[in-house]
């Protein structure tokens, strides 16, 4: 009986869910509103990722159970076209049935997924043309992604594999297993191999052991990284067995995909800490999506949140152009702006890089607000996130300008011209709360002396 992914190939997961009806109650485990399969005798085996793996919510007609409040016009329609999966546990964090709520919006099939605009396409990264191998994408000289299965235990609304994910649930086979093995030791360029899919997690650990152990076998290859929503949507599949099988593949990296603050349960943090305690390095890449995580302030939740769990805000994506995201999609600006609020703001550690994944299989793009104000060949004027104005001087200059010939204007009103020219190296606002508590001043401390 297993209900994941065989490496050797289709596995038993279109079998039938349990025809029992979900029903939506308070879990006195996890003290959220909990939807559990009550009339299941199995349903003390909430913490067993088979249980949850087993019954997830796979038709529109246990949805309707479940919610019965369900709007579920186009929700059919859109289940047919990109396949639904959502973990009871995952189920359980819902708070509100309709779209205000970011759990049911990442899970929950909504009518929109079937818009299509023209700009919108299956595989916009283009990554089927950067694949040597069917599922090895080498796009980076240095490193390379492997789409190790297809199957997740929830598909995302958003997911960028759409086209790929859940459509069938089947692991790498071995036979191709060796082939990428064989491509990764004919390209000694390449140090880092990111385990993705689909979800890696949903393997059975032994054959995710396969996996890893074919590419630790090829010496060129530095760090594996395994990229998972597992610790998000099905916690209780990180189990002591499973760290102990991937601390034996060290160095190995985990990228999860935490969206939201509500996603930051007790059960994640749990599966968080196993992993951080097996000596695993943790990064987080979220997806910037329009009525989930677009507000500056529940980014800087769930980014507090992260490295509280040792995990390291990694990226921050913009939506890719595909199919069937477009209502997820905010404007480029909205992740600038996001940005600009992070910074200075928090820890350095939790602030993530937006990156836009450029179509046509450009690869990553980090997107920035600007912080050069001026350059000229002397100075650099930049600004910081106070709107403080400062001239960086270039090497060997030994005068205190720089720019031969040139006088400021005005010397009482300086402007940028006078900071990249040289003749003023700041300009500071005077509102801020940093220069409101360097106006009251340290007590008994001089300019250059530090007394401890
Ligand atoms: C994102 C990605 C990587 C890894 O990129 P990093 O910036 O190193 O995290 C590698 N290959 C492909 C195809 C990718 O999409
Ligand atoms: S877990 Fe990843 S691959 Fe699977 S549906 Fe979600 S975003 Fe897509």
Same mark, same amino acid.
């Given at each position: 009986m297993q209900h994941a992914t065989s490496p050797e190939g289709e596995n038993s997961c279109d079998q039938p869910p349990p025809s029992s009806t979900l029903t939506v109650e308070q879990n006195p485990s996890t003290g959220v509103l909990s939807s559990v399969a009550a009339r299941l005798p199995e349903v003390a085996d909430w913490s067993d990722w088979r249980w949850q793996v087993r019954n997830r919510v796979r038709r529109v007609s246990q949805l309707k159970t479940l919610f019965p409040d369900l709007d579920i016009a186009g929700v059919a329609e859109a289940?047919?076209?990109?396949?639904?999966?959502?973990?009871?546990?995952?189920?359980?964090?819902?708070?509100?049935c309709d779209n205000t709520d970011p759990i049911f919006r990442m899970s929950v099939p909504q009518m929109e997924e079937l818009i299509e605009p023209v700009c919108l396409s299956d595989d916009p990264l283009e990554e089927d043309a950067d694949m040597p191998i069917p599922g090895l994408v080498?796009?980076?000289?240095?490193?390379?992604?492997?789409?190790?299965?297809?199957?997740?235990?929830?598909?995302?609304?958003?997911?960028?594999?759409?086209?790929?994910?859940?459509?069938?649930?089947?692991?790498i086979t071995p036979a191709r297993l060796k082939q990428v093995t064989r491509y990764l030791t004919e390209h000694p360029e390449i140090h880092d191999v990111i385990v993705s899919g689909g979800d890696p997690f949903t393997l059975p650990t032994q054959a995710l052991e396969s996996i890893l152990s074919a590419i630790r076998s090829?010496?060129?290859?530095?760090?594996?990284?395994?990229?998972?929503?597992?610790?998000?949507v099905m916690p209780m599949r990180i189990t002591d067995e499973l760290v102990t099988m991937l601390r034996r593949y060290h160095p190995v990296y985990v990228n999860t995909h935490f969206n939201h603050p509500a996603e930051l349960t007790p059960a994640a943090v749990e599966a968080c800490t196993r992993l951080a305690d097996a000596g695993i390095p943790m990064?987080?890449?979220?997806?910037?999506?329009?009525?989930?995580?677009?507000d500056p302030v529940v980014m800087e939740t769930l980014c507090?949140?992260?490295? !509280?769990?040792?995990?390291?805000?990694?990226?921050?994506?913009?939506?890719? %152009?595909?199919? $069937?995201v477009e209502h997820f999609r905010t404007p480029l600006t909205r992740g600038i702006e996001i940005m600009e609020y992070l910074r200075g703001r928090l820890s350095g550690l939790a602030i993530p890089s937006f990156v836009v994944d450029a179509p046509h299989g450009g690869g990553k793009i980090p997107v920035s607000p600007?912080?050069?104000?001026?350059?000229?060949?002397?100075?650099?004027?930049?600004?910081?996130?106070?709107?403080?104005?400062?001239?960086?001087?270039?090497?060997?200059?030994?005068?205190?300008?720089?720019?031969?010939? !040139?006088?400021?204007?005005?010397?009482?009103?300086?402007?940028?011209?006078? %900071?990249?020219? $040289?003749?003023?190296?700041?300009?500071?606002?005077?509102?801020?709360?940093?220069?409101?508590r360097r106006q009251r001043g340290i007590p008994e401390q001089r300019q250059g002396e530090l007394t401890l």
């Open positions: 289940t047919a076209r990109f396949p639904m999966a959502i973990t009871p546990y995952y189920a359980s964090l819902i708070q509100r080498h796009r980076y000289t240095d490193r390379a992604l492997l789409i190790a299965t297809t199957m997740c235990s929830m598909y995302c609304r958003h997911c960028t594999r759409k086209r790929v994910a859940g459509h069938r649930e089947s692991g090829v010496p060129t290859v530095d760090i594996i990284r395994v990229g998972t929503r597992t610790p998000v990064g987080n890449q979220t997806v910037l999506l329009k009525g989930v995580n677009d507090r949140g992260l490295v !509280r769990m040792r995990v390291r805000p990694y990226y921050m994506f913009q939506c890719d %152009l595909v199919r $069937g600007n912080y050069i104000v001026s350059m000229s060949p002397t100075h650099t004027v930049l600004r910081n996130f106070e709107g403080m104005l400062v001239a960086y001087p270039e090497p060997g200059l030994h005068g205190r300008g720089g720019t031969v010939g !040139r006088q400021a204007s005005d010397e009482s009103a300086p402007g940028v011209w006078e %900071l990249s020219s $040289g003749n003023y190296s700041k300009i500071q606002p005077q509102n801020t709360v940093r220069h409101a």
